[in-house]
């Protein structure tokens, strides 16, 4: 897994609330057994006026100037809801982004992103909106630095301080491998099984 | 101290606790799909790791298969068949149980789990699919997860998972004539909101629930990611119990009577405290029919569509508005003025063999035919669904109105294996995601439940049994 630390980029807006995963990667985009070549298909219904010429719709963020470099995803409530395909993070990632900050996030969204390195922030509408605030006004783009270590997105000289739980946060830190990290408590497996084994004996089929 | 339904399979199953909300839980059955499953099995063996318990993982082919009559591994989508050939051979490797197309018992993974007795009661079951909560509809905590967590299932029997909180939602009142356990998870949608059960583990309670057949409650729970909920469950009882009798993976014999005095304790406590409660009282609602492309869009089958000036927040003004440019309605006007393109009938939602009969026994009382215009389709959830469905000669019924009768999977619930209604169509469907571009390029579906697909069908408009009278 890729490592988080800290990250400076331009932040693009989508501000609506239940964006779905298959909105961010449609079911006919994941053309392969395998996490890659997903970028393209991303946000492909709002992205396309016509998803199989892959003309583009001007009037969607991804496609305008300002926003050709985003790195940084803003949403509304419940980002990611829907299907739990994981492609919608890995499409995410390919296309460049490594945060994603919304009002609350989906919780299997919010698993997958972890255990991928694309850094999900839950921020309060508030927050979210002081933070946009200065792109309002000015018209300019807007610069996020997002810090891991220190749990802080700055933008000039607002600077937000946002939640993880710990164990979460150590885990993008390091970029661990869950699988191996959960392996050294082999033995306590195993003595749950001893004597789970025991009370329901019916879960154990033979191998 | 007094537990809920949840905290007590949260302890059962805790192998070790790893911050104040984190646990490693024992995972004690994995199913697979060749959509996400393959993935998942084909990175494990990529970093050289095993399955390290395989006859507690299963998996079966429905998200892309073919679901015409005479299918074989091509799909309309010129890559599907790549994940099936992949699946097989993964899951051929790994020693994991296949139901593969040509397996009698294939059909679509939340239907099989409690078919086949593979989610039981009180177990803990995950699969790379969101609507896994179904199976809290036999009372198994079941959620879904990515393809990553199922590896890391699939090579430790555990998964670190942070505990959600409590949530009971009681329904009560004795459901009218015609409303069926999908127009209740429609309703609690509306009520609630498609976010309104985030961070929770909800349980579903009350004299409505308990009433339901223990297909319905799997229809209820289906939807319980609808509300963006970690699962949805239901305490079982003995309806559930006589349910599970001679499954196939089931205990049977001696373990029958020993898992039968476990499951009895599988109940939150009388006095056992609840994050959040809401009590609804559904004695008086009627079918319910989706206007809009979140599933919380759901009015009334007789309703009148909201103006988006009436939507409670800034943000719910400008999605209920772009929600009805796409699916081209208008406020003000009833869901009867919508003429549709097609009908779907299936779904881990909706195609066990009591929805089937229900929609079979309209047709047969009514003698409607579908109407001209108008492509419908059903498509078993299983074999076995499938094979008890044609012993009682439903699929003659279906036929005769006018339906087309398939192989059983998830089909046209999305467009997975390449398969597509027309683009722009207006479809009638017992799925449960009205998602934009979901069943296809601009289609516009409308949930509801069996009863109001084939009523619609026959109508050639959205309609529902309760609102043609």
């Known amino acids: ?207 | 101290m007094s537990l809920t339904l949840v905290d007590k399979l949260w302890s059962m199953h805790e192998v070790h606790r790893l911050s104040e909300r984190r646990s490693l839980l024992y995972i004690d059955r994995i199913f697979l799909h060749e959509r996400t499953g393959s993935v998942a099995l084909r990175e494990l063996e990529a970093k050289q790791r095993k399955v390290r318990l395989p006859s507690h993982a299963f998996c079966t082919m429905d998200h892309i298969v073919d679901t015409t009559p005479g299918r074989s591994d091509r799909t309309l989508m010129p890559s599907g068949q790549d994940f099936i050939v992949a699946t097989r051979s993964a899951a051929q490797e790994a020693s994991i149980r296949l139901f593969d197309i040509d397996d009698p018992d294939q059909g679509i993974v939340h239907v099989l789990s409690p078919e086949l007795g593979i989610a039981l009661p009180g177990s803990t079951l995950i699969c790379p699919d969101s609507h896994t909560c179904t199976l809290g509809g036999v009372g198994a905590l079941a959620w879904g997860v990515g393809s990553t967590e199922t590896e890391h299932a699939l090579a430790t029997s555990t998964l670190r998972v942070e505990r959600p909180q409590n949530y009971r939602v009681s329904l009560d009142g004795e459901l009218p004539v015609g409303v069926t356990a999908k127009d209740l998870i429609l309703y609690v949608i509306r009520e609630l909101s498609a976010s309104g059960g985030q961070g929770y583990a909800i349980e579903f309670a009350g004299s409505a629930v308990e009433s339901l057949s223990v297909e319905g409650r799997l229809t209820l729970c289906n939807m319980a990611t609808e509300l963006s909920a970690f699962t949805g469950i239901i305490a079982p009882d003995q309806k559930v119990f006589d349910y599970f009798r001679d499954r196939d993976f089931a205990p049977s014999g001696p373990t029958w009577e020993l898992a039968q005095a476990h499951w009895q304790d599988l109940k939150s406590d009388p006095d056992a405290v609840f994050d959040r409660e809401m009590a609804l009282d559904v004695s008086q609602i009627g079918p319910q029919i989706s206007w809009g492309t979140s599933p919380q869009h759901t009015i009334d089958a007789s309703g009148v569509i909201p103006t988006p000036a009436d939507a409670p927040s800034g943000l719910q003004h400008s999605s209920w508005a772009k929600a009805q440019a796409y699916m081209q309605i208008r406020p003000g006007t009833r869901l009867e003025d919508y003429p549709i393109d097609a009908a779907f009938l299936g779904s881990c939602t909706n195609s066990r063999l009591s929805d089937l009969r229900l929609a079979a026994d309209y047709l047969r009382h009514s003698g409607a035919r579908v109407a001209p215009s108008v492509k419908a389709l059903c498509v078993p959830g299983s074999g076995r669904v499938k094979r008890a469905a044609e012993a009682e000669g439903i699929d003659e019924v279906f036929r005769e109105a006018g339906f087309e009768w398939r192989e059983p999977g998830c089909s046209l619930c999305f467009f997975a294996g390449g398969e597509r209604f027309a683009e722009g169509a207006r479809v009638i469907s017992t799925t449960n995601r009205n998602f934009e571009g979901r069943q296809g390029l601009g289609v516009r579906t409308h949930l509801a439940s069996p009863l109001s697909v084939v009523a619609s069908a026959c109508a050639g408009y959205l309609t529902s049994v309760g609102s043609q009278a």
């Open chain 1, 1 to 207: 897994m890729k490592v988080f630390n800290e990250h400076v980029g331009v932040a693009m807006p989508l501000p609506e609330d239940n964006i779905n995963t298959d909105v961010i990667i449609p079911s006919r985009e994941m053309r392969t057994v395998s996490k890659s070549g997903l970028a393209d298909g991303l946000f492909a219904p709002w992205r396309y006026l016509d998803p199989d010429s892959r003309e583009e719709n001007p009037s969607f963020a991804m496609n305008k100037a300002a926003y050709r470099d985003a790195s940084i995803l803003i949403a509304g409530k419940n980002f990611g809801c829907g299907s739990s395909r994981e492609h919608a993070v890995w499409a995410l990632m390919e296309a460049g982004f490594k945060v994603v900050i919304a009002e609350s996030f989906a919780t299997i969204f919010y698993n997958n992103a972890l255990r991928n390195g694309l850094l999900a922030i839950a921020l309060d509408r508030r927050l979210i909106d002081a933070l946009a605030a200065p792109v309002r006004d000015s018209g300019a783009v807007d610069v996020l630095s997002v810090n891991l270590t220190d749990q802080t997105i700055s933008a000039g000289a607002m600077v937000v301080r946002f939640e993880i739980d710990p164990d979460a946060k150590e885990m993008l830190l390091e970029g661990m491998d869950e699988i191996s990290l959960t392996q050294r408590n082999a033995l306590l497996i195993e003595a749950f099984e001893r004597s789970d084994r025991e009370n329901r004996p019916w879960i154990y089929l033979n191998d």
